[in-house]
């Protein structure tokens, strides 16, 4: 089909598009287990080829397509964003387009001897190995113009939704059960007794969430925050998605983090589409809305946002200060009772139509309030796992005091602690708070830099701390 008539039909929406055959309908894709060193997931016309997976490592990764074919996207898509790079970029080299487009140049080579054809581009110049510098022809940049118009997007060439698909099932944290020791490694640098790290551990390898309730200052969000560690690996996720034709930006820098491949053979061979990524944790707290929950269309620009449950495929999803958002209480569970029960989403793209996507990760909800306040026993027993972090005992407090301020590298006699207990606790029925301790030892931590004295904690530091953080309180 010529460049024009596409031009066309994408004009004429997104069914005029499908009906044409430039993108691939959505069809459920499942991952091969005839084979477990080698992860092979059909759709309709296309095959995802992982490359057998490293000895001991289990990781899935995703090969370099050979053939756009192979790629799932057609020619339409990568001739838009070509276009639109080359008319921001000026002229560019093919190999430096395929690099930047997630591609190798090979695999495009046909695409831009296409577009030459069609006078859109020119080569500038030769380069060796059978390259050449591009530039767009004033027809070129008219096209490119117009494509722009429709969609600002002209990134790495995106992945299909089939493709995203197999490759969440490939790396699924369902079914992942970290022993105890990986879990108690994950929670190291927090004081938590076994009991509660035992009902963490159930609920991590429950794989439906938890809520962790309680009184505030006991660490629920930091056990949340720590509980993606216990399974110790990483993940690859695309950058982008296609679905009917438009572009979801998945890939945010702000919530995912990067990890460099050391394999020479991944490097080598691995799609440029992807990237490396520790295995999420996805936090939403007291500003999380209705609409960060479904595709986001970035205005004037035709690209979708991610939702956050899509960010936090194959990780952890943490709903902090639950029961605190500025939506019902009831209209949020409610969101969530499909995904939970059947573990998978629907999520609407710009045109209407709906998609099913993948809601593999394990949410945590955290409370200062009670679960049974917030929520009624439908939704309840979907999370079957409510966990209550308690204030510390007494013996615990103290424990946790002296242990914290030997790390900062303070002198702490246990009598000090005896007398904050006695005077600034037990008296006024104060109750003992896991953060407590790290808050007064910062206060008297800034008392002795401030006047230059040494990282002793003395009774009258201890006393002016305490009346600094619990003035009002």
């Known amino acids: 089909m010529r460049l024009a008539e596409t031009l066309q039909r994408l004009k004429r929406g997104p069914a005029e598009v499908r009906s044409a055959g430039l993108v691939q309908p959505y069809v459920p894709v499942s991952v091969a287990a005839h084979n477990p060193s080698v992860t092979s997931v059909e759709s309709s016309n296309l095959v995802l080829d992982v490359l057998p997976r490293p000895r001991g490592a289990g990781a899935f990764w995703p090969r370099a397509p050979r053939l756009l074919t192979e790629s799932g996207i057609t020619d339409s898509e990568i001739i838009a964003i070509v276009l639109k790079f080359l008319i921001h970029r000026g002229t560019e080299s093919g190999s430096r387009i395929g690099l930047h487009v997630g591609l190798r140049y090979p695999v495009i080579e046909p695409v831009m001897r296409q ?55 490939a790396q699924t944290i369902t079914g992942l059960k970290p022993p105890l020791a990986a879990i108690r490694n994950a929670l190291g640098d927090l004081n938590i007794n076994p009991a509660l790290l035992s009902n963490v551990g159930q609920a991590i390898h429950s794989g439906r969430g938890m809520f962790l309730f309680g009184p505030p200052g006991n660490g629920k969000t930091s056990i949340a925050e720590r509980i993606t560690k216990s399974f110790g690996d990483t993940i690859w996720i695309p950058k982008c998605i296609s679905a009917s034709g438009e572009i979801i930006r998945l890939f945010d820098p702000n919530r995912h983090k990067p990890v460099p491949v050391e394999d020479a053979e991944i490097q080598a061979e691995v799609d440029g589409r992807w990237v490396h990524i520790e295995r999420p944790t996805i936090i939403a707290g007291g500003e999380l809305r209705m609409e960060n929950l479904e595709i986001t269309i970035i205005r004037d620009t035709g690209i979708g946002e991610a939702p956050l449950q899509l960010k936090a495929n194959c990780g952890t999803l943490l709903i902090d200060d639950f029961g605190r958002q500025t ?10 009772i499909i995904p939970l029960e059947q573990r998978h989403d629907f999520l609407q793209l710009e045109s209407g139509r709906s998609i099913q996507v993948p809601f593999d990760e ?69 109750p003992f708070r896991f953060c407590q301790p790290r808050d007064l030892l910062r206060q008297v931590e800034n008392l002795c830099t401030l006047h230059n004295l040494p990282f002793v904690v003395t009774i009258d530091a201890i006393d002016q701390a305490v009346g600094n953080y619990f003035s009002i309180m």
């Not at 390259?131 to 027809?139: M, P």
């Not at 939506?327 to 969530?336: E, G, K, S, Y």
Request: net charge positive; hydrophobic share 40%; with cysteine.
């Open 115 to 169: 577009l030459k054809a069609d006078k859109l581009v020119i080569y500038k110049s030769s380069l060796h190995g059978g390259d050449y510098q591009y530039e767009l022809t004033d027809l070129g940049r008219d096209r490119a113009r117009q494509l722009n118009d429709m969609c600002t997007y002209y990134g790495t060439a995106p992945v299909p939704l089939a493709q995203y698909i197999a490759s969440v099932k």
């Open 327 to 336: 939506m019902p209480v009831d209209q949020l569970l409610n969101r969530w």
């Open 362 to 430: 394990l949410i945590i909800f955290s409370t200062n309030l009670e679960p049974k306040k917030l929520a009624d026993d439908a939704f309840l027993r979907r999370i079957p796992y409510k966990i209550e972090v308690k204030d510390p005992s007494e013996d615990e407090f103290s424990s946790l005091l002296l242990s914290l301020a030997k790390k900062l590298g303070f002198q702490c006699e246990p009598s000090v602690v005896n007398h904050l207990i006695r005077v600034h606790y037990l008296p006024v029925k104060r």
